[in-house]
């Protein structure tokens, strides 16, 4: 099965079947922090976490105090960027193109009332199409999820859960600092409010197999009816500054080479059920910081291989799902 082309259901196929055209990010600061920064759980974050909060794409609250104004020049940012791709000082921007991703630290680990004046002026702006929250599942206490829910009635909200691996022993080591118990709660009571989940999963933490990584794949693939809403396969990336890079250049684990790479993300694609939205099958880290893998920071040979690997095996998404 072919999803315009591509032998998985991707992000940007899905926005245009519903919206038409293609929907740009913009990463934006809600100026949060982490129980797992601030002391509740601990202080120095998860292993693989930077200081910027997983956020170093997103638009500065110092810099840009209202949403709004982050708004406007993320949009700047990408309206330049996609100018000078298509080699044009204008582009034909209908409103709703975007998705108000707030994407640093624990975007619900704050008072409903705070949480409803930052969300509230990002779905008001016309030129947003959804609204997309990054938080921690054990962050999400039922007024919360009620107001992620009447917001969804205004437009689409989707809530990504860092779930990184379903295994106990690997979630101790990178001090994720909730057991899979949590997320499984979260992920009902947000189902069960009619809010799109999306999973993060990082493949390559110190430890792990590929049998191990599948695992939290499948059991990802197993959800509800027709599996998660939506999975961002991360690749691990060594960042400047982090416990991993200490561990990293201590000898402590290797990285992927590309080639490996490759072909466990075909395989675990090839785990999700076809409904299952893939929003991301590497990310890219700030190349200012990244240590390792180097080749992770050229986007475009990641992609172009991974399509070219995807044609040589001839694999599409769902090839090895099994309805639980």
Known sequence: MYWNEKPYHSLDYEMKRIYGHKIYKLALDGGMTCPNRDGTLGSNGCIFCSGGGSGEFAESMAAHPSVT???EAAKALVEKKMSKAHNSTALDCPKGRYIAYFQSYTNTYAPVSRLRALFTEAIAHPDIAILSIATRPDCLPPEIIALLSELNRIKPVWVELGLQTIHE???RFIRRGYPLSVFED???RLHGAGLTVIAHVILGLPGETRSMMQDTVSYLGGLGTHGID???LQLLHVLEGTDLAVLYRAGG???F???EYLDLVIDCIALLPPETVIHR???DGPKRLLVAPVWSGNKRLVLNSMAKRF???GVCQGDQYRTP
């Open 281 to 283: 099958i590497s990310g």
């Open 257 to 259: 080479s590309l080639e």
């Open 253 to 255: 684990f290797q990285t």
């Open 186 to 188: 979260a992920w009902n």
């Open 169 to 171: 022993e690997t979630a």
């Open 69 to 71: 104004e982050q708004i």
């Open 230 to 232: 939506g999975v961002k």
């Open 311 to 313: 044609k040589e095996r």
